[in-house]
């Protein structure tokens, strides 16, 4: 998960490669660089860490040139150095790389028997380097980058610049995106369509081992037949390319407060005037008999809530898995199955590997994607996109809820189509959705308190039962990833078959627990937690409160909602707990440390 950038421009490279970049940084941020050419030289500059320590640099030492490629990365293949930073070069190419070159070895093997020696410890510049060589033996730039391209086996978005040659880019890709923006007289390639926004709404997204040269006034194509393609170039909404804190102090900040009007637009995405769940007319429920769910993360929580609706309101039978075990155990796939694959970036590789696994074997297979050109967008058979808007911080939030509101929405009109009967006041209360995320925002001020003391804690339990134990996961995974403490997720019902030993009074447990029909089960775990010293942090409903609050650390009480909304509900304490223990350990909320926003690597 890197990001890459490059510009065959008429102004100079650098400024708009650092802008570009910072649009890229959510997808890794260990180190950066650039490479230009200018009058005919191929010229570097790289730093480690965060980009802004690259801009430093170019401060202190500035590239000149008007084509440019540039880089941030999220390490697979040797450590975050200036030598194993990006672009890599050899002789007269440089590279900048997304993915894992599977064959690197191989080839390295190859090219020392040539006495060609390496520099670093990345496959990428196996990359340079083969390319480096194909040239030497009298290939020209395009015939050496092409043949270099079809020897690396696995995944890659690659974009190549070469000395004495200023109006010339090439840009290949296989299982991970690129897409090549369209300029006035301009060229831009990028890892997503955000980072060209600042310079074009005219993009072209190459597909699956398509190559492609481009210069200041051309772009040519060819597809994994080496026969000439045609990509359709289109114009993106540049309002979903808007990305700013809006005055908040992190993007996540932005986007948890967001999610009123994420949900909003999600609901009328879906719903009719009159309130009715309209789908895409190929999704018809009536043709299935069974629904596989895969994704990974946060998106597999929100799978895992949506597979308790399915059961209860559609009577449809569920299979959720997570990706990376999913593309590997080659399930038997029955007639009739409904293949769902939930991915926020719609470039998660263990995702976009599931769905290649069930194609031909699904009956259909949909992707709910919050981008609607994504990979994973355009293997699937029916897309339903989130409508969360861009989601830039590393943990994801606006796009769970509205996972869970549109995954909702599928099980409503499931149950309608297959002639079941609907939970009481359903889909009129899904309507009331946004109001009540409204108010669960108010209940920062009382997670602010408890976080304070969780941000001292060494280890945190999660609990939840039913329906919300995907929300016991998902507060674990939220709090881990933010704040870099050890937090486990539990269905409360577990606590006594094992995780009871690790209860402590240093240990704090977070129970989500609205007044449901587990209520008093739940009330017995708490019980079990404080007889031995736990400290409960109940979150629960005003009645909730009353009938269990005593006794507990602390109580924080969320809106009375309708039973089957409480997941949507219970997932904004998660996060403000996970977001306000981040802040008091101090640790960086948007770009938490080893994470990136989207995993496009295995
Ligand atoms: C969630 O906060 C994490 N950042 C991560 O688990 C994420 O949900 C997972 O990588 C899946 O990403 P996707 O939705 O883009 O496929």
């Known amino acids: 998960m890197c990001g890459i950038i490059g510009v065959l421009g008429n102004h100079e490279a650098a400024p708009i490669l650092v802008e570009a970049l910072k649009r890229l940084e959510y997808r890794g941020y260990d180190s950066a660089g650039i490479a230009t050419v200018n009058r005919g030289a191929l010229a570097r500059r790289r730093a480690v860490g965060k980009l802004a320590n690259l801009s430093d640099l170019l401060v202190h030492e500035p590239l000149a040139g008007k084509s440019g490629i540039g880089h941030t990365r999220w390490a697979t293949h040797g450590a975050p150095t200036v030598g194993n930073a990006h672009p890599h070069k050899a002789g007269s190419v440089a590279v900048v790389h997304n993915g894992i070159i599977e064959n690197f070895k191989e080839l390295r093997e190859e090219l020392s028997h040539k006495d060609i020696r390496f520099s670093t410890d990345t496959d990428t510049e196996t990359v340079a380097l083969l390319c480096g060589y194909h040239m030497s033996q009298g290939l020209d730039p395009v015939d050496a980058a092409r043949t270099t391209m079809r020897a690396l086996e696995g995944a890659f978005a690659l974009a190549f610049l070469f000395e004495g040659h200023e109006d010339l880019m090439i840009a290949t890709r296989k299982g991970s995106p690129l897409a090549i923006g369209h300029g006035d007289g301009e060229m831009f390639v990028g890892s997503d369509a955000i980072a060209l926004a600042p310079f074009t709404d005219q993009i072209t997204y190459l597909e699956e081992d398509d190559f492609a040269v481009l210069t200041r006034s051309s772009l040519t194509i060819w597809d994994k037949h080496d026969m000439l393609a045609n990509r359709d170039m289109r114009q993106i909404v540049l309002e979903s390319a808007r990305v700013d804190k809006d005055g908040h102090k992190h ?161 409503i009109r499931a149950a309608q189509q297959r002639g079941m009967a609907l939970p009481e006041g359903m889909p009129a209360d899904l309507r009331s959705l946004p109001g009540l995320i409204h108010q669960a925002l108010a209940t920062e001020q009382q997670v602010k308190s408890s976080s304070r003391d969780l ?148």
Request: hydrophobic letters at 45%.
């Open 251 to 411: 993007f996540m900040a932005k986007e948890i407060a967001e999610q009123p009007v994420a949900l909003d637009r999600a609901l009328n995405a879906y719903t009719n005037t009159s309130g009715d769940i309209t789908l895409p007319e190929e999704l018809d429920f009536t043709k299935i008999e069974r629904l596989t769910m895969v994704a990974c993360g946060t998106a597999y929580y929100a799978c895992m809530v949506a597979k308790y609706w399915f059961e209860t309101i559609a009577r449809l039978p569920v299979e959720v898995d997570v990706a990376s075990e999913f593309r590997y155990r080659e399930p038997p796939v029955p007639a009739g199955t409904l293949a769902l694959f939930v991915s926020q970036s719609g470039e998660t590789a263990d995702t976009l590997a599931a769905l290649r696994y069930m194609e031909g074997k699904a009956h259909q297979i949909a992707g709910l994607v919050n981008v609607a050109e994504s990979s994973i967008a355009r293997g699937s058979d029916v897309v339903l996109p989130l409508h969360a808007g861009p989601e830039i911080s590393v943990a994801s939030t606006k796009a769970f809820t509205c996972q869970l509101t549109v995954l909702l929405m599928l099980a």
């Open 455 to 602: 941000a001292k804690a060494q280890d945190i339990i999660f609990l939840g039962r039913g329906q919300l134990y995907p929300l016991a996961l998902e507060g674990a995974l939220k709090l881990k990833e933010l704040s870099y403490i050890h937090a486990e997720g539990y269905a409360s019902g577990e606590l006594k078959h094992g995780p009871i030993a690790l209860i402590d009074e240093k240990v704090p447990v977070v129970v989500l627990a609205p007044r449901d029909a587990l209520f008093e089960k739940t009330v017995s775990n708490m019980q079990e937690v404080m007889a031995r010293g736990g400290k409960v942090i109940l979150v629960t409903d005003a009645e909730g409160a009353r009938l269990a609050g005593e006794g507990t650390h602390e109580v924080i009480v969320m809106p009375q909602v309708p039973n089957t909304l409480a997941p949507i509900l219970y997932a904004i304490p998660a996060q403000q707990i996970a977001y306000f223990t981040a802040i008091a350990k101090g640790t960086d909320v948007d770009q938490p440390r080893n994470l990136a926003k989207s995993v496009t690597v295995e």
